[in-house]
């Protein structure tokens, strides 16, 4: 086990980690990144969201197969399924429903749950999530890096603010 341990440390140091038996490039993070990013997966089985959990993980698989353009697009839509799963569980969503993306975000805005300063930087994000559409082809690491990292960020903040309400704002 010491030996399987080192040899971890040693993986991440290059930017490598060992998953499912293969060694994959990881996302840039430090441990409490990783630590955040590992609760942030476990938040979303809880509440038995696999839709973003599912492009969450699509996006981390393509970032570790350097499919940038890819990741991208997993991560934009991981995001937004974040915020259309929280604005349907609000008590009053609309009983017709919103279409999902800017219109649900809009939504959280409109009842308090996003500040007008939080959805400015939201829609900021999502316009820089979405340079050239959803699926950028010119894409590199670092650009993608970024991405992710900003979305990771951002669902964090606003899925735990979420559950501190007890999954209900009002």
């Not at 476990?42 to 996006?59: C, E, I, T, Y």
């Not at 974040?82 to 219109?103: H, Q, S």
């Not at 749950?113 to 010119?138: D, M, Q, W, Y």
Request: proline residues 4%; glycine residues 8%.
């Amino acid at each position: 086990m010491e030996n399987i341990r080192k040899l971890e440390e040693c993986l991440a140091l290059d930017g490598y980690q060992i998953e499912n038996g293969k060694i994959i490039k990881d996302l840039p993070a430090s441990t409490e990144t990783t630590h955040i990013r590992d609760r942030l997966e476990q938040k979303l089985v809880d509440l038995g969201w696999f839709v973003p959990l599912q492009h969450f993980q699509d996006a981390r698989e393509n970032y570790a197969e350097e499919r940038w353009a890819a990741a991208n697009a997993s991560i934009r839509s991981f995001l937004q399924a974040i915020f259309d799963n929280i604005a349907e569980y609000m008590p009053n969503f609309p009983k017709e429903g919103l279409v999902p993306g800017g219109e649900r975000r809009q939504f959280l805005e409109t009842i308090g749950f996003l500040t007008k300063e939080e959805a400015e930087l939201v829609r900021a994000l999502f316009k820089i999530l979405g340079t050239k559409g959803s699926h950028p082809g010119l894409s590199d690491e670092s650009d993608c890096s970024s991405r992710i990292l900003m979305s990771i960020g951002i669902a964090w903040r606003f899925l735990s603010r979420f559950l501190e309400k007890g999954g209900r704002y009002s």
